[in-house]
C-alpha cells in the first residue's frame, strides 16, 4: 500500500515500511546512493551534488566495480570461446554436455563456457588490460604457490551466473575429472557476487516478462519454478518449461523471495525427493509464503532430478506433475503425517500438535480454518475441537534468517554500558543533533571494527566542513556488509530524554573512560612482567597518571549526574505546579 499524502509505502505481508528510497533499496538490493541514483535516472533527474557524500570515494567505487564487471564479462566470454576450441578440455567438455542430452541452442542462451587450465585465463585477461587487483577482486582467480595468478576455475565446465539486468556477477563450475574436489565450485564473496541473494536463470525471468508486456501482457508471469541444479534449470528450459530458475545449492532466502516476487506471486517447487530435498522443500515453503508468495509443491519420484524425469518420461508427464503440484500447508501436514504412527493415541496427539503449529504461522482464521479437514481426516480429531485448540495454542513467530546456509544461531550482541554510550554517540552526530555542537570527539577510541569506520568517516567529514550524515556514510561505508553494531546506529531510535546534552557529554566520557582503562590495563601487565626495574618504575609511573585521569572522569561523570537529577527534579516540580494551577 502506497500513502500519496506522507510519500511512505506499507507491506502487509512482510511488513516493511518506509520512503521512496528504502522501498527501491529493499525491492532492488541496492545501496542507498545506488537507490537514489535509480530513482533520479527514471525521471531523467540529474543526481544531486550533495555536500554529505564524498563524490571521489563514490567515483572510486563505481569505477571499480565497472573494472570488475567487464572483467567477469570477459571471462565469460573467454570461457565460452573454450568450450567450442579444440583442446583437451574443451573434448572433454563437450563429451559431458552431450552426454546430459543438452542441445547447443540451450548451452548458447546460458552461455555454457569451459575453463582449460590454470593459467590461460589470467594470461588472457592481462592481456585485456585488467590488473592482477582487479582480477584477483572479481573472484576469477587466484593466488598459487609461488604467487602467480592461477584460474579459480581449472578444469571445469562453467556456468556464467547473470544478474537480473544482464550483467555477469559470477560463475558456478562444475569438476569434470578428478573426484578429488567439491564437485561445483562458485564464485566466492565479492563487491558483486553473493551466493545467497544470486538466483540462477533470473536475466531469463525479465526476458520472458518483456517478451509478454510487448504483447500488451501485464500479468507478470503465471509462475516460476524452482529446481535444485544449473543443469535441471537448463533441461527445463530446453524442453519449453521457461520460467524455471534455482539457487546456487543454498537454501532460499527472504531475499531469494522478494527478487522471485517481482516477477510472479506464484511459485512450484521442484526439489529432490531425498531427505535433503525434503528438508529445503519445508523451509523454503515458509521462507516463500512469509514473502507474501503462493506457493506449491511438485513431488518428483525417490531418486530423480527434474533433468533425469524429464529425459526419462519426458514433457507431457512434466507439466502433469507440475498441475497437479499441492500446496505448501497441506505438504507440511502430509510429512508430519508420515512421521508419526497415527494409529497410536499418544502419536496421534503430537502430529495434531504439530500440525496446528503449522496452522498458527498462517495469518488469518480462515485460512486456518480451511486446513483443519487435513488434520481431521488424518487424526479422526473433531474438526470443532481441533479450532479450539487451535485458539488456545501460542507459538513464537521468530523471524526468518536471511542467512544462506543453515547453522548454529548466532549469540545475541553482547553490549556493555561502553558500546551503548558509543552507539549513542555516533547516531547523535550522524542524525546531526544540536547537543552535538562544539563538543570534542578528536580524541575518542571505537573498538568495534563498524564503528571504528563510521566515527573515520565523522572525522573526515568535519575536517572538510561537511555535516556528516547517515546518507554519507552510505557513501563511502559499506554499511549492509559490515558489523552489527553498526546496522544499529544506522537505524538508531532515540528515546526521549529532557537533557540530552548531559547524556551525551556523560557517554563522551564513558568513551575516554573505557580507553584509559585499557591503557592502564596494559601498564599493569608490563609492569608485572617487567624484568627489570627501571622498565617496571616506568610501567608503574604510568599506571599511577592513567588512575589519576580516572579519577578526574569519575569526579567530571559524578558532577554530570548531578546536574542531571537537579534539573529532572526541578522540571518535575514544574510540571507538578502546573497541574496543580489548572
Same mark, same amino acid.
Given at each position: 500500500?502506497?500513502?500519496?499524502?506522507?510519500?511512505?509505502?506499507?507491506?502487509?505481508?512482510?511488513?516493511?515500511?518506509?520512503?521512496?528510497?528504502?522501498?527501491?533499496?529493499?525491492?532492488?538490493?541496492?545501496?542507498?546512493?545506488?537507490?537514489?541514483?535509480?530513482?533520479?535516472?527514471?525521471?531523467?533527474?540529474?543526481?544531486?551534488?550533495?555536500?554529505?557524500?564524498?563524490?571521489?570515494?563514490?567515483?572510486?567505487?563505481?569505477?571499480?566495480?565497472?573494472?570488475?564487471?567487464?572483467?567477469?564479462?570477459?571471462?565469460?566470454?573467454?570461457?565460452?570461446?573454450?568450450?567450442?576450441?579444440?583442446?583437451?578440455?574443451?573434448?572433454?567438455?563437450?563429451?559431458?554436455?552431450?552426454?546430459?542430452?543438452?542441445?547447443?541452442?540451450?548451452?548458447?542462451?546460458?552461455?555454457?563456457?569451459?575453463?582449460?587450465?590454470?593459467?590461460?585465463?589470467?594470461?588472457?585477461?592481462?592481456?585485456?588490460?585488467?590488473?592482477?587487483?582487479?582480477?584477483?577482486?572479481?573472484?576469477?582467480?587466484?593466488?598459487?604457490?609461488?604467487?602467480?595468478?592461477?584460474?579459480?576455475?581449472?578444469?571445469?565446465?562453467?556456468?556464467?551466473?547473470?544478474?537480473?539486468?544482464?550483467?555477469?556477477?559470477?560463475?558456478?563450475?562444475?569438476?569434470?575429472?578428478?573426484?578429488?574436489?567439491?564437485?561445483?565450485?562458485?564464485?566466492?564473496?565479492?563487491?558483486?557476487?553473493?551466493?545467497?541473494?544470486?538466483?540462477?536463470?533470473?536475466?531469463?525471468?525479465?526476458?520472458?516478462?518483456?517478451?509478454?508486456?510487448?504483447?500488451?501482457?501485464?500479468?507478470?508471469?503465471?509462475?516460476?519454478?524452482?529446481?535444485?541444479?544449473?543443469?535441471?534449470?537448463?533441461?527445463?528450459?530446453?524442453?519449453?518449461?521457461?520460467?524455471?530458475?534455482?539457487?546456487?545449492?543454498?537454501?532460499?532466502?527472504?531475499?531469494?523471495?522478494?527478487?522471485?516476487?517481482?516477477?510472479?506471486?506464484?511459485?512450484?517447487?521442484?526439489?529432490?525427493?531425498?531427505?535433503?530435498?525434503?528438508?529445503?522443500?519445508?523451509?523454503? @515453503?515458509? !521462507? *516463500? /509464503?512469509?514473502?507474501?508468495?503462493?506457493?506449491? #509443491?511438485? %513431488?518428483? +519420484?525417490?531418486?530423480?532430478?527434474?533433468? =533425469?524425469?524429464?529425459?526419462?518420461?519426458?514433457?507431457?508427464?512434466?507439466?502433469?506433475?507440475?498441475?497437479?503440484?499441492?500446496?505448501?500447508?497441506?505438504?507440511?501436514?502430509?510429512?508430519?503425517?508420515?512421521?508419526?504412527?497415527?494409529?497410536?493415541?499418544?502419536?496421534?496427539?503430537?502430529?495434531?500438535?504439530?500440525?496446528?503449529?503449522?496452522?498458527?504461522?498462517?495469518?488469518?482464521?480462515?485460512?486456518?480454518?480451511?486446513?483443519?479437514?487435513?488434520?481431521?481426516?488424518?487424526?479422526?480429531?473433531? @474438526?470443532? !475441537? *481441533? /479450532?479450539?485448540?487451535?485458539?488456545?495454542?501460542? #507459538?513464537? %513467530?521468530? +523471524?526468518?534468517?536471511?542467512?544462506?546456509? =543453515?547453522?548454529?544461531?548466532?549469540?545475541?550482541?553482547?553490549?556493555?554500558?561502553?558500546?551503548?554510550?558509543?552507539?549513542?554517540?555516533?547516531?547523535?552526530?550522524?542524525?546531526?543533533?544540536?547537543?552535538?555542537?562544539?563538543?570534542?570527539?578528536?580524541?575518542?577510541?571505537?573498538?568495534?571494527?563498524?564503528?571504528?569506520?563510521?566515527?573515520?568517516?565523522?572525522?573526515?567529514?568535519?575536517?572538510?566542513?561537511?555535516?556528516?550524515?547517515?546518507?554519507?556514510?552510505?557513501?563511502?561505508?559499506?554499511?549492509?556488509?559490515?558489523?552489527?553494531?553498526?546496522?544499529?546506529?544506522?537505524?538508531?531510535?532515540?528515546?526521549?530524554?529532557?537533557?540530552?546534552?548531559?547524556?551525551?557529554?556523560?557517554?563522551?566520557?564513558?568513551?575516554?573512560?573505557?580507553?584509559?582503562?585499557?591503557?592502564?590495563?596494559?601498564?599493569?601487565?608490563?609492569?608485572?612482567?617487567?624484568?627489570?626495574?627501571?622498565?617496571?618504575?616506568?610501567?608503574?609511573?604510568?599506571?599511577?597518571?592513567?588512575?589519576?585521569?580516572?579519577?578526574?572522569?569519575?569526579?567530571?561523570?559524578?558532577?554530570?549526574?548531578?546536574?542531571?537529577?537537579?534539573?529532572?527534579?526541578?522540571?518535575?516540580?514544574?510540571?507538578?505546579?502546573?497541574?496543580?494551577?489548572?
Amino acid at each position: 500500500m502506497v500513502y500519496s499524502e506522507t510519500q511512505s509505502h506499507h507491506c502487509f505481508g512482510c511488513k516493511e515500511s518506509g520512503d521512496v528510497i528504502q522501498f527501491v533499496r529493499k525491492y532492488d538490493n541496492l545501496s542507498f546512493v545506488d537507490a537514489v541514483e535509480a530513482l533520479a535516472n527514471s525521471v531523467n533527474m540529474p543526481m544531486p551534488q550533495k555536500e554529505d557524500c564524498d563524490l571521489a570515494e563514490i567515483e572510486k567505487r563505481k569505477k571499480e566495480r565497472a573494472q570488475i564487471l567487464a572483467c567477469l564479462k570477459e571471462s565469460a566470454k573467454f570461457y565460452y570461446s573454450c568450450y567450442r576450441g579444440k583442446t583437451g578440455q574443451a573434448l572433454i567438455a563437450r563429451e559431458y554436455t552431450d552426454k546430459r542430452k543438452l542441445e547447443n541452442t540451450t548451452l548458447v542462451r546460458f552461455g555454457v563456457g569451459c575453463s582449460p587450465d590454470f593459467l590461460s585465463l589470467p594470461n588472457h585477461l592481462t592481456k585485456c588490460g585488467y590488473s592482477p587487483a582487479i582480477i584477483e577482486a572479481s573472484g576469477m582467480c587466484s593466488r598459487g604457490k609461488n604467487g602467480e595468478l592461477i584460474d579459480f576455475f581449472a578444469k571445469r565446465l562453467m556456468f556464467p551466473i547473470i544478474d537480473k539486468d544482464g550483467a555477469v556477477i559470477g560463475f558456478s563450475g562444475r569438476l569434470l575429472e578428478s573426484k578429488e574436489a567439491a564437485k561445483y565450485k562458485n564464485t566466492s564473496a565479492t563487491s558483486v557476487f553473493n551466493k545467497s541473494e544470486v538466483i540462477f536463470g533470473i536475466n531469463l525471468l525479465k526476458k520472458l516478462r518483456e517478451e509478454k508486456r510487448e504483447k500488451n501482457d501485464y500479468s507478470g508471469i503465471e509462475r516460476i519454478i524452482i529446481v535444485e541444479g544449473q543443469i535441471d534449470v537448463m533441461m527445463m528450459h530446453q524442453f519449453g518449461f521457461t520460467s524455471t530458475v534455482a539457487c546456487l545449492g543454498t537454501a532460499l532466502t527472504p531475499i531469494h523471495a522478494r527478487r522471485l516476487k517481482q516477477f510472479s506471486e506464484n511459485i512450484v517447487l521442484l526439489l529432490d525427493g531425498d531427505s535433503a530435498g525434503q528438508k529445503a522443500t519445508m523451509r523454503s @515453503i515458509d !521462507v *516463500l /509464503r512469509k514473502g507474501g508468495i503462493n506457493v506449491t #509443491v511438485a %513431488k518428483l +519420484p525417490t531418486g530423480l532430478d527434474p533433468d =533425469e524425469f524429464l529425459r526419462t518420461y519426458g514433457k507431457e508427464e512434466m507439466q502433469k506433475l507440475l498441475d497437479n503440484a499441492v500446496e505448501g500447508i497441506s505438504v507440511k501436514i502430509n510429512a508430519l503425517a508420515e512421521n508419526y504412527q497415527l494409529t497410536e493415541p499418544s502419536e496421534c496427539a503430537h502430529f495434531v500438535q504439530e500440525s496446528l503449529k503449522v496452522l498458527k504461522e498462517l495469518d488469518t482464521e480462515s485460512e486456518q480454518d480451511s486446513y483443519l479437514s487435513i488434520i481431521h481426516s488424518f487424526s479422526s480429531t473433531p @474438526i470443532e !475441537v *481441533l /479450532r479450539l485448540d487451535l485458539k488456545k495454542l501460542k #507459538v513464537d %513467530k521468530t +523471524p526468518l534468517r536471511d542467512e544462506i546456509e =543453515e547453522s548454529e544461531p548466532t549469540a545475541p550482541i553482547k553490549k556493555d554500558g561502553y558500546t551503548l554510550a558509543d552507539q549513542f554517540i555516533l547516531a547523535s552526530i550522524l542524525n546531526h543533533k544540536s547537543y552535538t555542537d562544539g563538543v570534542d570527539i578528536s580524541d575518542l577510541q571505537f573498538f568495534d571494527d563498524g564503528l571504528k569506520k563510521c566515527y573515520q568517516y565523522i572525522l573526515d567529514a568535519r575536517s572538510k566542513n561537511i555535516v556528516p550524515t547517515v546518507g554519507g556514510l552510505f557513501s563511502v561505508v559499506d554499511v549492509e556488509n559490515s558489523t552489527a553494531l553498526l546496522k544499529e546506529v544506522v537505524n538508531y531510535e532515540f528515546v526521549p530524554d529532557p537533557f540530552p546534552e548531559l547524556s551525551f557529554a556523560s557517554c563522551v566520557l564513558r568513551n575516554r573512560e573505557r580507553a584509559i582503562k585499557k591503557q592502564k590495563d596494559e601498564a599493569q601487565k608490563k609492569c608485572s612482567t617487567a624484568t627489570d626495574t627501571l622498565a617496571r618504575d616506568m610501567a608503574m609511573k604510568t599506571v599511577i597518571q592513567l588512575t589519576k585521569k580516572l579519577e578526574e572522569l569519575k569526579t567530571q561523570f559524578e558532577e554530570y549526574q548531578t546536574q542531571y537529577s537537579t534539573k529532572r527534579l526541578s522540571l518535575s516540580k514544574q510540571k507538578q505546579k502546573k497541574h496543580k494551577d489548572n
